[in-house]
């Protein structure tokens, strides 16, 4: 099993649609939760963290269920910009930055 | 103030061969990771170097091998080639200790190809 598991998609959705990304990760001693975006060719760059008490910035969400090991991101009036592969990532306890990425979820949002 | 700097941005090699790809970390930072993208898949955790020596390794092979300088800048060395090498390698970095997400940054990656 995959330390990280996220939808394998495509998706390909329509300007203004909502659209939920789903991911489940194995160890369940992780500490960390992010959602990180990254466009053809490009670096991947945070989107946003993941709390436990769910989150929220401008049109994206994110939610975390630590019982069943499980974060998604949902966003809201999709723009052509957010067209992207979208990567969850989790990361360990302790001081380190070891970070377990998902394989990631592409997203193409059309006019 | 550059942020992670990467280099080459593009390297082609043949099977067999050994490469060297250079990281150099946002000022300030002190820990360099180096992760592995191959097409169509997340990055993977090849390791981590902090005070010039491996902090902690993912799944691969010995033919991955790394260095940190003095200076916090960094080395991956991949030796006898393989086509499954073939993949964008990802250089990010922090200051030890800290552990918000916030504070890791990548490069632009070297995109290798192996014929």
């Known amino acids: 099993r995959k330390e990280v598991e996220q939808d394998p998609g495509p998706f390909n959705v329509p300007e203004g649609a909502t659209v939920a990304f789903n991911c489940t990760y194995s160890n369940s001693a992780s500490q960390s939760f992010f959602w990180y975006r990254q466009d053809c060719r490009k670096e991947p760059k945070l989107l946003m963290s993941v709390y436990s008490s769910g989150n929220e910035d401008g049109r994206f969400t994110a939610q975390l269920n630590r019982a069943s090991q499980y974060i998604s991101l949902l966003i809201r009036d999709s723009k052509l910009s957010d067209s992207a592969t979208y990567l969850c990532?989790?990361?360990?306890?302790?001081?380190?930055?070891?970070?377990?990425f998902g394989a990631g979820t592409r997203l193409t949002v059309k006019p | 103030d550059a942020g992670v700097t990467q280099s080459p941005t593009h390297l082609i090699k043949t099977r067999g061969q050994q490469v060297t790809l250079r990281c150099s970390p946002k000022s300030g930072h002190d820990t360099v990771s180096w992760y592995q993208q191959a097409l169509g898949q997340g990055p993977q955790f090849i390791f981590q170097y902090y005070e010039e020596e491996e902090r902690q390794r993912g799944n691969f092979p010995d033919r991955f091998s790394g260095h940190q300088f003095p200076n916090y800048s960094s080395e991956l060395n991949v030796n006898a080639l393989l086509l499954g090498d073939s993949a964008l390698y990802l250089c990010a970095s922090s200051a030890f200790g800290v552990t918000t997400n916030e504070k890791l940054f990548f490069g632009s990656g070297t995109q290798l190809s192996v014929l």
């Open positions: 990532v989790v990361m360990g306890a302790g001081n380190n930055n070891d970070m377990r």
